[in-house]
Nanobody, 115 residues
Framework: QERLVESGGGLVQAGGSLRLSCAAS????????MSWYRQAPGKQRELVAS???????NYADSVKGRFTISRDNAKNAIYLQMNNLKLEDTAVYYC?????????WGQGTQVTVSS
């Protein structure tokens, strides 16, 4: 059964760093567009970063220069390195896999940035 499992969230002070991981089962991530989304309380889920099959990346303006998405096809996992975290980065972060006519979501991992 297809499954995405996020890990690496937690509580961090503003200016700190976290690295999120998303491990895939029964999904070969090399065939998918892989993305990180986030949802803050009371807000809509928003795209944070994507990495295409060829390796090119896209970022939300709010995280450009601070976050880096990467993939390791051998480990069948993607990552989100988050540096210089801000209070407004507090959210549940979700991993998503997209392929034509199909998509899969992870269960999310909480990131809380404190002052």
């Amino acid at each position: 059964q297809e499954r995405l499992v996020e890990s690496g969230g937690g509580l961090v002070q503003a200016g700190g760093s976290l690295r999120l991981s998303c491990a895939a089962s029964a999904i070969r991530i090399s065939s998918y567009v892989m993305s990180w989304y986030r949802q803050a309380p009371g807000k809509q889920r928003e795209l944070v970063a994507s990495i295409l099959r060829a390796g090119s990346t896209n970022y939300a303006d709010s995280v450009k220069g601070r976050f880096t998405i990467s993939r390791d096809n051998a480990k069948n996992a993607i990552y989100l390195q988050m540096n210089n975290l801000k209070l407004e980065d507090t959210a549940v972060y979700y991993c998503k896999a997209d392929i034509t006519l199909r998509s899969y979501w992870g269960q999310g991992t909480q990131v809380t940035v404190s002052s």
